[in-house]
């Protein structure tokens, strides 16, 4: 099921999903250049029903990141790929208005930075979602 998505068709762009295989698994799908898919998968049993999970992602343009619960949990590096831009609006909660992959629970809190955050950024927010995080001045 998407939380997260801004993707057309499986043609462009990304998803941020629960696995539907055994829906104990999180998974982030990209569409990419050099065509097909390249996906981002957690290990088993990353989550579990009726629980509350911190899930976040960076992606440097080259580097992509899974956290849950503050845990790195897959990483995955993008040397010559890289994710199809689309214009398609991001979605919280669903793909889009027309399919039937929509998410069966609640999401509380959605933030997007125009940067990439680093390890004690995301420990920052796991550990206090209502902060707001700031860039670090040098």
């Known amino acids: 099921k998407v939380i997260a998505a801004k993707v057309t068709e499986w043609t462009e762009g990304w998803a941020l999903i629960r696995n539907n295989v055994d829906g104990t698994k999180v998974e982030i799908l990209t569409v990419l250049t050099t065509g097909g898919l390249k996906d981002v998968l957690s290990p088993a049993n990353t989550i579990v029903a009726d629980r509350w999970f911190f899930i976040g992602f960076t992606f440097s343009g080259i580097a992509l990141t899974l956290y849950v619960d503050n845990l790195i949990r897959a990483t995955s590096t993008f040397a010559s790929d890289t994710i199809v831009a689309t214009t398609k609006p991001l979605t919280i909660g669903n793909r889009d ?33 209502y902060g707001m995080i700031l860039k670090q001045e040098d």
């Open 97 to 129: 208005a027309t399919n039937n992959d929509g998410w069966a629970g609640n999401i509380a809190g959605v933030w997007m930075y125009n940067r990439v955050l680093n390890q004690l950024e995301i420990t920052q927010l796991y550990t206090n979602p």
